[in-house]
C-alpha cells in the first residue's frame, strides 16, 4: 500500500504529465495556423509544436536536474541564482528582442541566445521565492524585523519589479508581487505589519515605475475598455464621473462607452462553441483570426471549443489539485525552508492559472498572463517543469511516521 508521501508522488507526476501533453496538443492546433498565413518567420506547419516540444524535452531534463540535486544546493545557491536573473533582466535593455505587443508598443522582453528566445521575467519568479525562503529560514536566517523586510522588499521585490514595468509588462510586474508577498508572509512575516508599513511605499513605487514608463494611460485604457462590457450599469456610470472629476483625459473616459471589447466577446463565443463534448481536436474555427492570442493569453478558449467545457473543467481541476498537492508538501515537510519553496511554487502555478482562466471568462480585464504548461512560450514551459522538479524533491525528502507494528499483539 502507498504511503502519502507516495501518493503525493505520483498524482504530482500524472498531473505533471497530463498537462505538458495537452499543451502540446493545443499547440500543435494553434500554430499551425500561422503556417498558411504566410508568416515569414513560419517554414513549417510544424515550426510551433516542434519549438514547443523542445522546450518540453529540455524541461523535463531540467525536472530530472532538479529532482536529484540536493535541496540544500538551492537553498546554498539561492541568492547567486537570483542575482544571475537580475543581470538578465537588466540585459533585456541592451541586447533584448524587440516584438510588438497588442497595443503595437515595441517591447523588449526576451533574450535571444543561439536562435532561442529567453524571457528573464520568468525565471526571477522561482529565484525570488528561493531566496526570501532562504533569508527567513534555516540556522542562519536574519530576524524578520522591519529593517530586514524593508531589505528584502527593496532588492528583491522593488528591483526586479520596477525592471518589468520598464521592459514595459506590468502584468507580468503584478503577477511577481503577489507571489513574493505570499511568499515572505509564509516564511513568516506578520501580514499585518507587511500590510501597513510596506504596501504603501510600494504602491508608490509602483506609481512611479508606471509614469516613467508611460504605461499608466494603457493600463487605464484596458481596465475601461474591459469596464465597456458593463457600460449600462450605474456602477460604470459613477466611475466616469469620478474620472472626470479626478482628471483622466476624456478619450480613456469614453472607453467606458465605447470600449473596444473584441477580445473579451471573442473568447466568450469561443468558449461558447465548443459546448459540452467540443468540436474535436484539431477543429477548433475561432483561431484563424476569430480569436487574438489564442496560443498565449486566450489558449483557455481554445481548449473549451475543441475538447469541450467538460474537459476544461477538468482542467481547472486540475490546477486546483496541483496547488492543494503543492500545499501538501509544504505542510508534511520537516525542513522549513523546504516548506516555504513548495507553498511559493504552489502559488505562482496557481495564482498564474487562474488569472489567465479569469481572463478568459470574463472576470478580470485582459492582462496578457500565459497558462502554465499549455500556452505556447518555451521559457515558461522550462522553468514550470524545473519547479516540479523541485516539488519532486521536497516531497521525496518527507519522513513518514513509522508504521504501528501489532504482530505482539
Known amino acids: 500500500m502507498k504511503s502519502s508521501k507516495q501518493w503525493l508522488i505520483t498524482i504530482l507526476i500524472w498531473i505533471t504529465t497530463v498537462l505538458v501533453f495537452l499543451g502540446l496538443l493545443i499547440c500543435l492546433s494553434t500554430t499551425m495556423p500561422d503556417y498558411f498565413r504566410e508568416n515569414p518567420y513560419v517554414t513549417s506547419p510544424l515550426s510551433g509544436f516542434l519549438k514547443q516540444l523542445i522546450a518540453a524535452i529540455l524541461g523535463t531534463v531540467l525536472l530530472f536536474f532538479a529532482r536529484l540535486v540536493p535541496m540544500r544546493f538551492f537553498r546554498k545557491n539561492a541568492v547567486m541564482f537570483f542575482v544571475i536573473s537580475l543581470v538578465l533582466l537588466i540585459m533585456v535593455f541592451f541586447i533584448g528582442s524587440t516584438t510588438e505587443n497588442e497595443a503595437g508598443q515595441d517591447v523588449s522582453r526576451f533574450i535571444r541566445i543561439f536562435g532561442l528566445t529567453f524571457q528573464p521575467s520568468e525565471l526571477v519568479k522561482l529565484t525570488a521565492i528561493l531566496v526570501i525562503a532562504k533569508r527567513f529560514t534555516g540556522p542562519k536566517a536574519v530576524r524578520i524585523t522591519n529593517k530586514n523586510i524593508f531589505k528584502t522588499i527593496v532588492w528583491v521585490f522593488l528591483l526586479p519589479s520596477l525592471l518589468i514595468i520598464l521592459q514595459p509588462n506590468f502584468s507580468a510586474a503584478m503577477l ?21 508599513r510596506f504596501v504603501l511605499p510600494i504602491g508608490i513605487v509602483l506609481t512611479v515605475g508606471l509614469i516613467i514608463s508611460r504605461q499608466a494611460d494603457r493600463i487605464l485604457a484596458r481596465i475601461f475598455n474591459y469596464m465597456a462590457l458593463y457600460a449600462n450599469s450605474p456602477f460604470v456610470q459613477k466611475i466616469a464621473l469620478f474620472s472626470k472629476q479626478i482628471g483622466i483625459k476624456q478619450e480613456i473616459i469614453n472607453l467606458l462607452q465605447e470600449g473596444d471589447t473584441f477580445q473579451i466577446n471573442a473568447s466568450f463565443r469561443t468558449i461558447a462553441q465548443g459546448r459540452w463534448l467540443g468540436y474535436g481536436f484539431l477543429k477548433s474555427t475561432q483561431k484563424f483570426g476569430n480569436l487574438p492570442y489564442n496560443s498565449t493569453d486566450f489558449v483557455f478558449a481554445i481548449i473549451s471549443e475543441e475538447f469541450g467545457n467538460i474537459l476544461s473543467g477538468c482542467v481547472i481541476l486540475l490546477f486546483f489539485l496541483l496547488f492543494y498537492i503543492s500545499i501538501q508538501i509544504s505542510l508534511k515537510s520537516q525542513d522549513h525552508f523546504n516548506a516555504v519553496v513548495a507553498a511559493g511554487i504552489g502559488m505562482h502555478l496557481f495564482l498564474q492559472a487562474f488569472t489567465h482562466i479569469a481572463v478568459t471568462l470574463g472576470l478580470v480585464p485582459p492582462t496578457g498572463v500565459t497558462l502554465p504548461f499549455i500556452s505556447v512560450g518555451g521559457t515558461s514551459l522550462m522553468i514550470i517543469l524545473f519547479e516540479i522538479g523541485i516539488l519532486l524533491n521536497i516531497a521525496s525528502q518527507i519522513k513518514e511516521p513509522p508504521a504501528l507494528d501489532f504482530s505482539h499483539v
Open 176 to 196: 511577481y508581487f503577489v507571489i513574493t508577498s505570499f511568499t515572505l508572509i509564509y516564511s513568516g512575516v506578520s501580514y499585518w505589519r507587511y500590510l501597513i
